[in-house]
């Protein structure tokens, strides 16, 4: 099943999203994302166990 997430899922004002078949591959995305638009975020343990339980099956 097709996972999907998007910014505002987490409250942001941020029109991006992604899906992909795997959760590993959706994290790879949210990596890149917040890499490159959000530095305000640091991809702690903490902080992504939050992002993998706004992951959606569609």
Known sequence: MVKSISCSDAGKD???SATAESEEELMSKV???????????ELNAENIAGIKSLIKEV
């Open 14 to 16: 941020c029109s991006w």
């Open 31 to 41: 990596t890149e994302h917040v890499l490159s638009d959000h530095k305000e975020i």
